[in-house]
């Protein structure tokens, strides 16, 4: 197993062609039900300029107002089309069963209307750490979404003791969004409800992403006790963000009335795409003494794998021009007149820590034995080694601190599994074992952008988490696909990488990642499978207690009538741990009928969703629950219907800080008096209905 597996690790492994020819076929529609109550906003992507003035021209070149299309912002408000969605597999045998082959396609063409309540907080707090907020901002999204999926599995049995097979995968995601924004001031300007000052922010982007991986693997028995095999993977992925564009308007409200014209603020266009290549090769030699010591093996392997990315950042903003000497007054976005200032904004922004690229290089080995005791007991034990090498390169000159970095790093991690088979039905088992987590690409470039909510960045001085993992499990296995299944777990984390804003002077509050000391994590888990006749239940419940200790500033009254900054330790969950997750499903299964349903439920606790660096005012995201329902029915030999219901309740997203709120009366939507409301999306239901064809 991989190193990089704290929380464990997923195998999957592609189904070989079956032992008869098979199709599957499928196709369906559906809309969102928000869809029905709101137009969903579209925009010309054809306008969308793939290549930022400087990459068309040369990074010498100095763009004009002329280089940048206004259509991208000329929307279009109507009922969509409904989403579209098909899928076909076939697959056969050839060459008396020597030769298998599966290939899978899909598409999916869907379309989403969300809503979003956002307020940005102010950087520092009031005093006794009362929160206080900038700007409150009401969105809406419009999103359509187009994927196109295809995979081959070939898979050839030279003999008994030796196969080989071949898996490609191509997968490619077109995204156009829209976002309109009311932002109302809630600092200058701003008097109480009814009276503000107020943006319109418009933004378009589109999205094209790309995966493709091509992996060839061979099993062989080389002797009776010898068994090799390997595999060989390479991956391609690109992300492409062009002509990002963002335009925004500013009018007043006084009493509920406009009581200005609204006047343009600066456009902005960003260009943003990388591309990741990985290249890896892994090699495992097992060795079987099944004539002596039954059961047994031992085992060693290796890996290698290359990691390269090259990333690309370019920013353009164009002011209005001012007519008569006052700001320029809205009529429509094709009237505008806008200039660089000074000119030599028109080179943009490719100077810049978010143009960089990146490598990352592992090497790893491994040795590990399984001895088999008394029929009873199977201990599983090893230790493996990863070597870690990443460096980056930015586009920044040279005495830019950050401007290259290299991390270097070596792990070795044991790891015991001891099995003790009760009886054929029950197992025990305990395990311990090391693990880490390594920072991303992305986190440790001294990268610096204005995101969805927050100015964001990078560390280059970010450390790669360790962990030590304790697990015992009771096994058990009654009847047919019934389980019982009961865990209780304990992990010390050294280094756990958290993402929390900090204060840096002019720029403000930046949300990074950062290593805040060390964590523990601890608690239990059931998994549970029952069937009684046609119905059946699943159910998955995990209880997790995770705990750090970080400084904290508490920005109070000293005693003395002197408001100062002080520190002081808070104890609290790990970033992103709730402490009660539950998945339960409700199963009906009748083949005679041909009749399959599934209503399904997955409960989500509190959760920190975003640190702050002040006492008491971290961002918790609060529990939800969501339920589905899905069934199919057959209705001729090989033909189904099915339906999809997803999101049935629509239970808000809700972000809150907890803390005893006073702004009831003077900022909207704050009306509890316990916490402050930070966030609430609202996503909508969705149905889908469609049709199934099975030969084989």
Same mark, same amino acid.
């Given at each position: 197993?991989?190193?990089?597996?704290?929380?464990?690790?997923?195998?999957?492994?592609?189904?070989?062609?079956?032992? !008869?020819?098979?199709?599957?076929?499928?196709?369906?529609?559906?809309?969102?039900?928000?869809?029905?109550?709101?137009?969903?906003?579209?925009?010309?992507?054809?306008?969308?300029?793939?290549?930022?003035?400087?990459? =068309?021209?040369?990074?010498?070149?100095?763009?004009?107002?002329?280089?940048?299309?206004?259509?991208?912002?000329?929307?279009?408000? !109507?009922?969509?089309?409904?989403?579209?969605?098909?899928?076909?597999?076939?697959?056969?045998?050839?060459?008396?069963?020597?030769?298998?082959?599966?290939?899978?396609?899909?598409?999916?063409?869907?379309? !989403?209307?969300?809503?979003?309540?956002?307020?940005?907080?102010?950087? $520092?707090?009031?005093?006794?750490?009362?929160?206080?907020?900038?700007?409150?901002?009401?969105? #809406?999204?419009?999103? +359509? %979404?187009?994927?196109?999926?295809?995979?081959?599995?070939?898979?050839?049995?030279?003999?008994?003791?030796?196969?080989?097979?071949?898996?490609?995968?191509?997968?490619?995601?077109?995204?156009?969004?829209?976002?309109?924004?009311?932002?109302?001031?809630?600092?200058?300007?701003?008097?109480?409800?009814?009276?503000?000052? $107020?943006?319109?922010?418009?933004?378009?982007?589109?999205?094209?992403?790309?995966?493709?991986?091509?992996?060839?693997?061979?099993?062989?028995?080389?002797?009776?006790?010898?068994?090799?095999?390997?595999?060989?993977?390479?991956?391609?992925?690109?992300?492409?963000?062009?002509?990002?564009?963002?335009?925004?308007?500013?009018?007043?409200? =006084?009493?509920?009335?406009?009581?200005?014209?609204?006047?343009?603020?600066?456009? #902005?266009?960003?260009?943003?795409?990388? =591309?990741?290549?990985?290249?890896?090769?892994?090699?495992?030699?097992?060795?079987?003494?099944?004539?002596?010591?039954?059961?047994?093996?031992?085992?060693?392997? %290796?890996?290698?794998?290359?990691?390269?990315?090259?990333?690309?950042?370019?920013? /353009?903003?164009?002011?209005?021009?001012?007519?008569?000497?006052?700001?320029?007054?809205?009529?429509?976005?094709?009237?505008?007149?806008?200039?660089?200032?000074?000119?030599?904004?028109?080179?943009?922004?490719?100077?810049?820590?978010?143009?960089?690229?990146?490598?990352?290089?592992?090497?790893?080995?491994?040795? +590990?034995?399984?001895?088999?005791?008394?029929?009873?007991?199977?201990?599983? *034990?090893?230790?493996?080694?990863?070597? *870690?090498?990443?460096?980056?390169?930015?586009?920044?000159?040279?005495?830019?601190?950050?401007?290259?970095? #290299?991390?270097?790093?070596?792990?070795?991690?044991?790891?015991?599994?001891?099995?003790?088979?009760?009886?054929?039905?029950?197992?025990?088992?305990?395990?311990?074992?090391?693990?880490?987590?390594?920072?991303?690409?992305?986190?440790?470039?001294?990268?610096?952008?204005?995101?969805?909510?927050?100015?964001?960045?990078?560390?280059?001085?970010?450390?790669?988490?360790?962990?030590?993992?304790?697990?015992?499990?009771?096994?058990?296995?009654?009847?047919?696909?019934?389980?019982?299944?009961?865990?209780?777990?304990?992990?010390?984390?050294?280094?756990?990488?958290?993402?929390?804003?900090?204060?840096?002077?002019?720029?403000?509050?930046?949300?990074?990642?950062?290593?805040?000391?060390?964590?523990?994590?601890?608690?239990?888990?059931?998994?549970?499978?029952?069937?009684?006749?046609?119905?059946?239940?699943?159910?998955? /419940?995990?209880?997790?207690?995770?705990?750090?200790?970080?400084?904290?500033?508490?920005?109070?009254?000293?005693?003395?009538?002197?408001?100062?900054? $002080?520190?002081?330790?808070?104890?609290?969950?790990?970033?992103?741990?709730?402490?009660?997750?539950?998945?339960?499903?409700?199963?009906?299964?009748?083949?005679?009928?041909? @009749?399959?349903?599934?209503?399904?439920?997955?409960?989500?606790? #509190? !959760?920190?969703?975003?640190?702050?660096?002040?006492?008491? @005012?971290?961002?918790?995201?609060?529990?939800?629950?969501?339920?589905?329902?899905? *069934?199919?029915?057959?209705?001729?030999?090989?033909?189904?219907?099915?339906?999809?219901?997803?999101?049935?309740?629509?239970?808000?997203?809700?972000? @809150?800080?907890?803390?005893?709120?006073?702004?009831?009366?003077?900022?909207?939507?704050?009306?509890?008096?316990?916490?402050?409301?930070?966030?609430?999306?609202?996503?909508?239901?969705?149905?889908?209905?469609?049709?199934?064809?099975?030969?084989?």
């Amino acid at each position: 197993m991989e190193s990089d597996a704290i929380g464990g690790a997923m195998n999957l492994v592609m189904k070989n062609a079956p032992g !008869r020819f098979f199709i599957n076929a499928n196709i369906s529609t559906g809309y969102g039900m928000s869809l029905g109550r709101n137009d969903f906003r579209s925009f010309n992507t054809g306008a969308i300029m793939d290549l930022s003035p400087a990459q =068309r021209y040369g990074a010498d070149y100095c763009a004009t107002p002329g280089d940048f299309s206004l259509k991208v912002f000329d929307y279009n408000d !109507r009922r969509p089309y409904p989403d579209f969605n098909a899928g076909i597999s076939i697959g056969n045998r050839f060459f008396g069963h020597k030769l298998g082959v599966v290939a899978s396609v899909s598409y999916q063409n869907n379309r !989403r209307f969300d809503q979003s309540t956002f307020f940005e907080p102010y950087v $520092v707090p009031t005093p006794e750490n009362t929160p206080s907020f900038a700007n409150m901002q009401l969105r #809406k999204y419009s999103t +359509q %979404t187009e994927r196109i999926g295809v995979h081959v599995k070939v898979d050839y049995t030279i003999n008994r003791k030796h196969s080989i097979s071949l898996y490609g995968l191509l997968v490619n995601l077109n995204e156009a969004q829209s976002r309109s924004t009311v932002d109302t001031m809630l600092s200058a300007g701003y008097i109480g409800a009814g009276s503000a000052n $107020v943006q319109l922010w418009e933004r378009s982007r589109v999205q094209n992403q790309y995966i493709g991986n091509g992996t060839v693997k061979g099993e062989h028995q080389l002797t009776a006790m010898f068994k090799l095999d390997w595999t060989g993977a390479l991956s391609l992925a690109t992300n492409n963000m062009p002509g990002w564009g963002e335009f925004q308007t500013q009018h007043t409200v =006084r009493n509920g009335m406009v009581s200005s014209q609204p006047v343009i603020l600066p456009f #902005k266009y960003i260009w943003q795409n990388n =591309r990741d290549g990985d290249r890896s090769i892994m090699l495992n030699l097992a060795y079987a003494p099944e004539a002596w010591m039954k059961g047994s093996e031992l085992k060693v392997g %290796t890996l290698y794998r290359a990691k390269h990315r090259n990333s690309y950042y370019n920013s /353009y903003d164009l002011y209005p021009k001012l007519i008569n000497g006052a700001p320029q007054v809205f009529e429509s976005v094709d009237k505008a007149e806008m200039y660089f200032t000074p000119v030599e904004a028109g080179y943009g922004s490719e100077i810049n820590p978010n143009h960089y690229i990146s490598d990352e290089n592992i090497l790893a080995a491994y040795i +590990q034995v399984k001895i088999k005791l008394w029929n009873k007991i199977q201990i599983l *034990t090893g230790a493996r080694v990863e070597e *870690t090498r990443q460096q980056f390169e930015t586009s920044m000159p040279e005495k830019f601190e950050g401007k290259r970095g #290299k991390i270097n790093y070596t792990d070795f991690l044991p790891s015991f599994h001891l099995k003790y088979e009760i009886d054929e039905k029950q197992n025990l088992r305990f395990s311990y074992y090391k693990a880490i987590c390594r920072p991303g690409f992305f986190e440790v470039i001294p990268y610096f952008i204005i995101g969805e909510d927050y100015k964001e960045g990078g560390n280059p001085y970010l450390k790669h988490t360790r962990a030590y993992n304790f697990d015992i499990r009771y096994e058990y296995f009654p009847t047919g696909i019934d389980q019982l299944l009961l865990g209780i777990f304990y992990k010390d984390i050294k280094d756990p990488i958290e993402h929390g804003y900090s204060l840096e002077g002019s720029l403000g509050a930046v949300l990074r990642p950062n290593n805040f000391g060390e964590a523990y994590n601890y608690g239990a888990e059931i998994v549970l499978t029952k069937y009684i006749g046609n119905f059946g239940m699943s159910l998955n /419940y995990t209880f997790t207690r995770s705990q750090i200790t970080t400084d904290k500033g508490y920005y109070g009254d000293n005693g003395n009538g002197e408001i100062l900054t $002080v520190t002081m330790p808070q104890t609290r969950p790990l970033q992103g741990q709730s402490m009660h997750v539950a998945n339960v499903s409700l199963l009906y299964k009748n083949p005679k009928l041909g @009749l399959d349903a599934q209503l399904s439920s997955v409960y989500t606790g #509190k !959760r920190i969703l975003q640190l702050s660096p002040y006492y008491g @005012l971290d961002y918790w995201q609060q529990p939800a629950v969501t339920l589905d329902f899905s *069934t199919e029915k057959t209705i001729l030999k090989n033909f189904s219907v099915f339906v999809k219901l997803n999101n049935i309740l629509d239970i808000p997203v809700k972000v @809150l800080i907890e803390k005893k709120n006073d702004m009831q009366s003077r900022i909207p939507f704050q009306k509890h008096p316990d916490y402050y409301l930070v966030q609430n999306d609202r996503f909508g239901q969705s149905g889908l209905i469609g049709f199934r064809y099975k030969l084989k």
